[in-house]
């Protein structure tokens, strides 16, 4: 454990509540978000997914906050601390899953930058199997490569200068950029010829998809609750133990899920307008989605080059402000327990991290076997252990913890703990087995396939 300077802080609580939703809207909310409504039935999934949210998502926030801000340490050293025997090692589970995760969301967020010049350059293309083939030439290569080192360098700039003048800084400026352009972009789309359409396909629930579909649409909507609320990371371990003082942790919570629900809903305000003007169905492409039909979309609309640019540079920069969280879990990691100092931990990580993304940046397959692991089994595990472990057997000094800068709470507290040993617990249980069998069908299928050509 480090014993050396004092542990940096968050300097105000706008700055923690922005930096975490600077964490939390990302790529998960504006491209993984549409297409999971378009592949899951559209309303029906929104519904469900917003139902996850509340009952899931808040309750496993709050046992991250709680346990980041009792021990201020990193996840290695916050599990050693509260946990008893093998639990004490769960903290590593985060930090793997994080080294991971960035790898190849870097070179995503390589993509909205490549698909941001494209459009200065008003280079998208409206027919739907070239643009296809487009994006199968700049997703992988030298130039996705390149792209990818371009974002890692921004990012190890951001987390090199610490969590006051770093990050704090960065997410005051990128935050209420995402959000005044969003709403643009969402006020302009609405003039288009396809919006009604849209609307009635997004916002009115067909209820016979959920009875008929619930075996595929429950489990996809818990996971895009956890995932795009950036837990099951140790993200949110990590920055609450950058909290100082007693604040209301159960309120700063609810107002960091109110504003990565509304970015994720104005996103499909802007998307489906769009793909419903240009004729695209928007389930078909599949996780594509942002990448191919979308841009051929721009490239079928009058100013598309315009409106697509300004739309992939706020995803980059979303992209940004979610991977400063990630590098920030490990690089925490670094500071406390291996006492380098931030530069030097920042470098030698973000360098890592670069060389581990090289392959996803190489190959889509190697990019899809990184993905699948990380996110569907590594996250799901690390959430699920540190869920169980605190609401089970530390759950007085869990609601002891949230009491500091609420009060007592009384029976809420209980229900709190209730809430996520069971409810929680077997969403994840749940979610665990499917992704380990959908994995194996991956290594078994496509993967074994790749490996033989
Ligand atoms: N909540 C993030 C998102 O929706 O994109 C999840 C995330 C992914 C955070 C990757 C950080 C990251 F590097």
């Known amino acids: ?25 990302g790529l998960g909310n504006i491209w993984r978000f549409p297409f999971q409504v378009g592949q899951e039935g559209g309303a029906a999934f929104l519904v469900i997914y917003l139902l996850f949210i509340v009952l899931i998502g808040f309750p496993a926030m709050l046992i991250e906050f709680v ?47 490549r698909y941001t010049l494209l459009g200065l350059q008003d280079d998208y293309i409206a ?25 890692m360098v921004a990012v190890i700039a951001i987390v090199a200068y610490g969590i006051e003048r770093g990050i704090e800084l960065a997410v005051k400026v990128m935050i209420p950029a995402i959000i005044v352009i969003m709403l643009g972009l969402a006020v302009y789309v ?8 849209a609307y009635s396909y997004y916002l009115s629930p067909e209820w016979g998809v959920i009875a008929a579909e619930w075996q595929s649409i429950l489990p996809a909507a818990a996971g895009q609750a956890f995932f795009t609320l950036s837990l099951g990371m140790g993200v949110m371990i990590t920055y609450a133990s950058y909290l100082g003082e007693d604040r209301n942790l159960a309120e700063d919570s609810a107002i960091i899920i109110g504003f990565d629900t509304a970015i994720a809903f104005v996103t499909g305000l802007i998307v489906f307008p769009v793909l419903f003007t240009a004729g695209v169905a928007p389930g078909d492409p ?37 991977a400063i969280s990630l590098m920030e879990v490990v690089v925490s990691y670094a500071i406390d327990e291996l006492d380098l ?48 472990l605190v609401s089970w057997s530390l759950s007085t000094l869990a609601i002891e913890e949230l009491e500091r800068g609420i009060g007592d709470l ?42 033989e050509e």
């Open 67 to 113: 346990v980041g801000r009792h021990t201020e340490r990193n996840p290695v050293g916050a599990l050693q601390e509260i946990g008893a025997g093998a639990w004490r090692y769960v903290g590593w589970i985060f930090i793997a899953t994080g080294f991971v995760i960035l790898s190849y969301y870097s070179v995503v967020a390589g993509w909205t930058i």
């Open 286 to 322: 599949g996780a594509g989605a942002i990448f191919v039909s979308l841009a051929a979309a721009f490239g079928d609309l009058t100013f598309g080059w315009l409106i697509g640019a300004i739309f992939f540079a706020t995803v980059a920069i979303a992209a940004l402000s979610s």
């Open 190 to 197: 609405a003039t288009l010829e396809g919006a009604s359409e």
């Open 410 to 451: 009384g029976s809420l507290g209980t229900a709190w703990i209730w809430a996520v040993r069971i409810p929680v617990v077997l969403v994840l249980v749940v979610a665990l087995v499917l992704g380990i069998l959908d994995y194996y069908e991956f290594l078994s299928g496509d993967f074994a396939a790749w490996l």
């Open 1 to 25: 454990m480090s014993s050396g300077g004092q542990r940096e802080q968050w300097a105000t609580r706008i700055g923690f509540i922005f930096a975490a939703v600077g964490s939390a809207v």
């Open 127 to 151: 027919d739907a199997a070239e643009a296809e083939a487009q994006f199968v030439t700049l997703a992988s290569g030298l130039d996705a490569i390149f792209l990818h080192a371009i974002f």
């Open 341 to 388: 100092d931030r530069v030097t931990a920042t470098l030698a990580i973000g360098g890592a991290i670069f060389l581990l993304g090289i392959p996803s940046a190489y190959d889509l397959v190697l990019l899809d076997l990184f993905d699948l692991f990380a996110d569907q089994i590594l996250l799901v595990l690390g959430g699920l252990l540190l869920a169980i």
